[in-house]
């Protein structure tokens, strides 16, 4: 084999060694001697559509039902905004008293606004305690605001979702269908959707009248007002019966979005239906709080505990009480930790936790295989149970 | 001084993770930054609704069937990663869906793929020995450089080694032309060379061989925590050592000081300062973005702009609800190419019109409980070897991915008659945007450089002796010397680490 196959080889030209560095330093000269061009069209829009943040100013603030206020935002620069599917939220960067904090709310506007320059969100007030009523104490025409680019994955997508969506809401749980019902109205999404929306009277449908006017002049859009003491399209709570009632014909998708108190419900409502897992989509509203989960552990109540908090090279100790989550006491003692979208999802605040434990509830658990072996938290949706010794950001 | 290291590594991938661990391990003071909240860069995953999504690997080898043999899995021990590996069956499996569609596929080991080839092309099986001949000849030729320590005696190599010197310096279709391989088992063989999105007029006939004969002979693997199981457990290697690990850490600038390198400045102005700094990242980006133009030297840049941009990727990443089998999917892998000939897979490869080739990858055909019981992971990837994301803006981007997806979706459908439509559970589509997004490459190329006739493996090896770039400026990645993937780019951080080591103990940097 080895005479046969020198045979064969041979016909390779052995001096051809010899010639492969003139022939790279020749190629090498004609390169043209300046910095590498990288703005191409595919990096200008990465960078267009996913900007590390956004600097915003209130442009103008709309009075809505029951004390909650809309704002119209624009570019502090003026130009365009990051483009955003609607269902998306924005995640806000506040600083209150000696604290950062972030919070997520939904775009509330039609998509193409963003190429207009402007964006819209809704705050309720009572519905967000500390951040929302701060945020309309304290955002008047003009002010700064800071906000990451569009975010979330609570959006229609053609190829997964069916045609027809059945929304179903609460409270703040409605704006992103406010942003879906727009985006169906000025045609730039191309499905229907019914939307049941709770709400407790007449006088609390948050962002009532504006979706009565799309409804009116929308025929894909569906609004349905649930009012627990009666007096809207249907009386009292959301329950399977009612969602049966108003399921479309046909392929459906089920939108569901509210408080966690409610999403708890709806699962209970939902699960006769008997909708395969790829039909239902959920996204969770509001604070997370350890008290409102059935499986946390009684024996942690009251108690407070200690964080000790490793950032590159600086180390922090800091109160945690049992209740609140890890990110609301490193936020609450004045660090700043990386965080968006404070619902368990987004794995922005991914920390290690390299002592101590965690109550972590079930339906905030969307942490990846490899951060559940090597002891890796989200700190947004993590309760101590013991003193913790935490690395954000860094090993 | 908290601020002053040993050396910083920009960049958490692949290969500054394996720097990282290796400089850490010899007990140098080592800063590792990355730009993003976690390690990895591609060798990452993703979570959606019950699903967690590999974002780039699809076949890990040299890892060996045990934990024991391939030289990935010699570093993996090295660092004291302990993953699962699970080995893939098949060594090659692809159809041609054309005017003539032909099926292939082949077992792991030479005979099962000798007994394949002579399957549908007699006379196959004793050409193929020709070839697997010259692998064994090319692997001796690499094992006498690698005792000589990269300073072989020329005149012995070439005397004892003549066929390592002449593949190293032909090209695949030169070597099969000289093996007189069989037309068709020159095809078969070339689709390996889709691996690395390669044309077999231009790339050389060593790196190709080495990599088809390791996937012939010895298979290749998944693991068991995506590839971000790896990324974690060495970013975890890399703490244990002693490496500092900062995460959210973009570098801005890397700092020189009389024409070498001292330190890097952070985004928000923080300045650190080591001798030695080591980029995970495209020479595209250092010379463009982070070192002053006056400080580099003319050559560089003029060797960046000479170079042609590695592969861009396409991917639809598929969480489906149900079991694979009972969606009529067979294999872990399938290549769906239009052509049989490279030449015009190659050719069609530079624009989304021509371009409808993709690999099929069904995760859990290998790694079972990759995704809960009932459902299933599957992959479509495309590549593209030009700018096929040109036409792309903010407003169009949506449209464009998602008729790009449907397309793969539709073909892979009709070609492995297989139902994906009516079961997606989760879909997320990547695109060079995607990619440009998270590695800031140019167009997003996931590939680093094309590995042209003039700047494949032999000539980047030769190059890297003669070429100079500012002292105390290292490179290691999927842009280096063997070429774009996962072990190419964990070798790379293994090379450049010991260099950097061996400076260090010598003195001053070359």
Redesign the interface.
């Known amino acids: 084999m080895s005479q046969d196959l020198m045979r064969y080889a041979a016909r390779m030209d052995l001096s051809k060694m010899g010639a492969i560095m003139p022939r790279r330093m020749a190629h090498i000269a004609q390169g043209a001697p300046v910095p590498p061009k990288l703005d191409y069209a595919a990096n200008l829009t990465a960078k267009a559509l996913h900007p590390k943040c956004q600097k915003l100013l209130v442009a103008e603030v709309i009075e809505r039902e029951g004390g909650a206020k809309s704002f119209v935002l624009r570019a502090q620069e003026g130009g365009e905004l990051a483009r955003f599917r609607a269902g998306q939220f924005l995640s806000f960067s506040l600083a209150i008293g000696g604290s950062t904090i972030t919070r997520a709310y939904s775009l509330c506007c039609p998509p193409s606004w963003a190429k207009q320059g402007k964006y819209m969100i809704t705050v309720k007030p009572s519905e967000d305690g500390f951040a929302g009523n701060w945020i309309c104490a304290n955002w008047h025409e003009g002010t700064q605001v800071t906000a990451s680019a569009p975010l979330g994955e609570f959006s229609y997508t053609r190829l997964r979702d069916a045609r027809h969506i059945l929304g179903v809401c609460g409270g703040s749980g409605v704006t992103p269908f406010c942003a879906m019902a727009c985006a169906i109205a000025e045609g730039s999404e191309d499905y229907s959707l019914t939307l049941l929306y709770g709400s407790r009277d007449s006088d609390s449908i948050l962002l009532g009248e504006e979706l009565a006017a799309l409804a009116q002049r929308c025929e894909r859009f569906t609004l349905v007002n649930v009012l627990e003491r009666g007096g809207g399209d249907e009386s009292g709570y959301i329950t399977t019966e009612l969602i049966k009632k108003y399921m479309p014909e046909g392929d459906c998708s089920l939108f569901v979005c509210g408080p966690a108190a409610m999403m708890q419900a709806m699962e209970t409502a939902i699960a006769p239906l008997g909708l395969p897992e790829r039909r239902i989509r959920r996204k969770t509203y509001g604070v997370t709080e350890a008290a409102l989960e059935a499986d946390w552990p009684q024996e942690a109540a009251g108690k407070t505990f200690s964080l000790t908090v490793k950032m590159r090279d600086q180390t922090y100790t800091v109160p945690c009480a049992s209740g609140e989550t890890v990110l609301v006491a490193m936020e609450r003692a004045g660090l700043e930790p990386p965080s968006r979208c404070r619902s368990g999802e987004c794995g922005w605040c991914r920390s290690r936790l390299s002592a101590g434990t965690v109550y972590i509830p079930a339906r905030t658990e969307h942490r990846r295989k490899a951060d559940l072996a090597y002891g890796y938290i989200h700190p947004c949706c993590s309760f101590p149970t013991s003193d913790l010794t935490l690395c954000v950001g860094c090993e | 001084m908290?601020d002053s290291y040993d050396v910083i590594i920009v960049g958490a991938g692949n290969g500054g993770l394996i720097a990282a661990c290796a400089l850490s391990q010899m007990g140098l003071r080592t800063l590792l930054l990355e730009k993003h909240?976690?390690p990895g860069g591609c060798a990452a995953?993703?979570?959606?609704?019950?699903f967690?999504f590999e974002a780039s690997l699809h076949n890990l080898p040299y890892v060996g069937p045990g934990a024991e043999n391939g030289d990935i899995g010699m570093l993996f021990k090295r660092f004291g990663v302990e993953r699962k590996f699970y080995p893939i069956p098949e060594s090659l499996h692809f159809i041609v869906d054309g005017p003539e569609p032909f099926e292939f596929k082949a077992g792991v080991g030479r005979e099962a793929f000798a007994r394949a080839a002579e399957a549908v092309c007699p006379g196959a099986a004793e050409a193929f020995?020709?070839f697997t001949?010259?692998c064994d000849?090319l692997n001796r030729g690499l094992a006498a450089l690698s005792a000589a320590r990269g300073r072989p005696d020329p005149d012995a190599m070439?005397r004892e080694h003549?066929?390592y010197?002449?593949?190293?310096?032909?090209t695949v279709d030169?070597?099969f032309?000289?093996?007189?391989l069989p037309e068709l088992l020159r095809d078969i063989l070339s689709v390996f060379a889709l691996y690395q999105c390669g044309d077999t007029s231009k790339i050389d006939a060593a790196r190709f061989m080495l990599m088809t004969d390791s996937f012939i002979t010895e298979g290749a693997s998944q693991t068991d925590?995506?590839s971000?199981?790896l990324?974690?457990?060495l970013?975890?290697s890399?703490?244990r050592f002693g490496?500092?690990?900062?995460?959210?850490?973009e570098v801005s600038k890397i700092c020189t000081d009389g024409g070498a390198v001292s330190g890097v400045q952070l985004s928000d102005g923080r300045k650190i300062c080591a001798k030695r700094v080591v980029c995970n990242i495209m020479?595209?980006?250092v010379?463009?973005?982070l070192l002053d133009?006056a400080a580099?030297p003319?050559?560089e840049?003029?060797?960046?702009?000479?170079?042609t941009l590695g592969a861009?990727a396409f991917c639809v990443f598929l969480g489906l609800?149900r079991d694979w089998r009972e969606l009529g999917f067979r294999d872990y892998a399938t290549f769906i190419n239009s052509s049989i000939k490279n030449a015009e897979i190659i050719r069609n490869g530079g624009s989304r019109e021509s371009n409808g080739d993709m690999s099929v990858n069904v995760l859990n055909a290998v790694v079972p409980d990759a995704s809960p019981a009932g459902t299933c992971i599957v992959y479509l990837t495309a590549m593209f070897n030009g700018?096929a994301?040109?036409?792309?803006?903010?407003?169009n981007?949506?449209e464009i991915k998602?008729a790009y997806?449907?397309r793969l979706?539709a073909r892979a459908e009709r070609v492995l008659g297989v139902d994906i439509?009516n079961?997606?559970?989760?879909?997320v589509i990547s695109?060079?945007?995607?990619?440009?997004?998270y590695l800031?490459t140019?167009?997003?190329a996931v590939f680093g450089y094309s590995p042209e006739?003039?700047?494949g493996m032999?000539?980047r090896n030769?190059?890297e002796q003669?070429?100079k770039t500012v002292p105390g400026l290292y490179f290691a990645g999927g842009h280096g010397a063997r070429l774009s993937g996962f072990s190419p780019s964990y070798m790379s951080g293994f090379m450049t680490a010991m260099r950097v080591a061996g400076e260090m103990r010598g003195g001053a940097p070359a």
């Open positions: 908290a909240n976690l995953s993703f979570v959606r609704g019950r967690e020995e020709r001949a010259m000849d070439a003549p066929n010197y002449r593949l190293a310096s032909s030169e070597m032309e000289a093996l007189e925590l995506r971000f199981g990324s974690t457990a970013a975890n890399a703490r490496c500092d690990i900062w995460y959210n850490c020479p595209h980006l010379y463009g973005r133009p580099t003319v050559m840049l003029k060797k960046a702009n000479a170079r861009r609800d700018d994301f040109a036409d792309v803006t903010p407003d981007y949506t998602e997806a449907e979706i439509r079961h997606i559970e989760e879909i695109t060079p945007v995607t990619y440009a997004r800031g140019p167009q997003g006739d003039w700047d032999m000539s030769m190059g003669a070429e």
